[in-house]
């Protein structure tokens, strides 16, 4: 392997050690405060700046998935998911952001504060496998 792929590739695992991370700190908010787990569900799409950097910010770990991929503990999964990612994320950008914003917003009519916390093992559990998978 050549350096620079080695180095992008170590990099890669650290940015989807991040997400995995990521992923269990909204558990853990999802759990002890559903109610702003919800008010930050009602905020995608909500703004310009606020959607365009959601969709962006949420390609680098799909990508990064797909890279880590071959190395890690489920490269089939890994690679689905980043490309479920990096696919969903490329139609947002062309969605309207009114139909984002909409979206989010019927989704956290739906989901009570009480559904969200009984979501949020999931979501941790997800976290989880994502950091364990990589490593």
């Keep these: 392997m050549i350096p620079t792929e080695t180095m992008l590739i170590e990099s890669a695992k650290w940015v989807v050690v991040l997400f995995g991370a990521f992923i269990l700190l909204v558990g853990l908010l999802m759990l002890f405060n ?23 910010l949420r390609l680098i ?26 696919i969903t ?3 947002l950008y062309v969605v309207p952001r009114k139909i984002h914003h909409q979206f989010a917003m019927k989704s956290a009519d739906i989901l009570k504060p009480k559904y969200i916390q009984i979501i949020a093992p ?12 990589v490593l």
């Excluded at 919800?38 to 606020?50: D, E, M």
């Design 34 to 56: 559903p109610q702003k787990a919800r008010l930050t569900l009602r905020k995608a799409g909500s703004t310009n700046v606020i959607n365009y950097m959601e969709i962006t």
């Design 61 to 86: 770990p799909a990508v990064s998935l797909i890279v880590t991929s071959d190395s890690s503990k489920l490269p089939i999964g890994f690679k689905l998911l980043g490309w479920i990612m990096v």
């Design 89 to 91: 994320s490329l139609m």
């Design 122 to 133: 999931i979501a941790l559990l997800f976290g989880g496998l994502i950091i364990y998978n």
